[in-house]
C-alpha cells in the first residue's frame, strides 16, 4: 500500500463501513428496548422503572438523527474520493468502497 490514495480510501471506507454499522445497531437498540418496555408493562413492573426504560428508548432515538447526518456527510465524501480516483478501479481497496457505499446506500434507503 505505497500509494498514500489507497490508505486514504482505507480510512474513509472505514469509516462508512462502521457508521453504517451504527446505524443498524441503533435502530436494533431502540426496537429491542421498545419490547422490553411492553414486557415490563405487562408484567406489571413499577412506575419507577417504566419511565427509566422509557428514558432509555428517547436516548437511543436521540443518537439516531446525528448518526444519520454523519453516515450521510461521510458517504458523500467516499462517492467523491471514488469519483476523483477513478484510476484505483482495479485495486481490491476500491472494490471494497464501492461495495461499502452500496450496503450503506442500502441502510439508508431502508425505512422502518
Do not use: W
Amino acid at each position: 500500500m505505497a500509494d498514500p490514495r489507497l490508505r486514504q480510501l482505507t480510512i474513509k471506507t472505514g469509516v462508512v463501513k462502521r457508521l453504517t454499522k451504527e446505524k443498524t445497531v441503533c435502530e436494533k437498540e431502540v426496537v429491542t428496548e421498545q419490547n422490553r418496555l411492553e414486557r415490563f408493562k405487562g408484567e406489571g413492573a413499577d412506575e419507577h422503572v417504566l419511565r427509566k426504560q422509557e428514558e432509555v428508548i428517547s436516548e437511543c432515538l436521540m443518537m439516531l438523527p446525528d448518526t444519520l447526518r454523519r453516515l450521510k456527510k461521510e458517504l458523500e465524501v467516499l462517492e467523491k474520493f471514488l469519483g476523483d480516483e477513478e484510476e484505483l478501479k482495479e485495486t481490491k481497496e476500491y472494490v471494497t468502497a464501492t461495495q461499502v457505499v452500496n450496503d450503506a446506500k442500502e441502510v439508508l434507503a431502508k425505512k422502518d
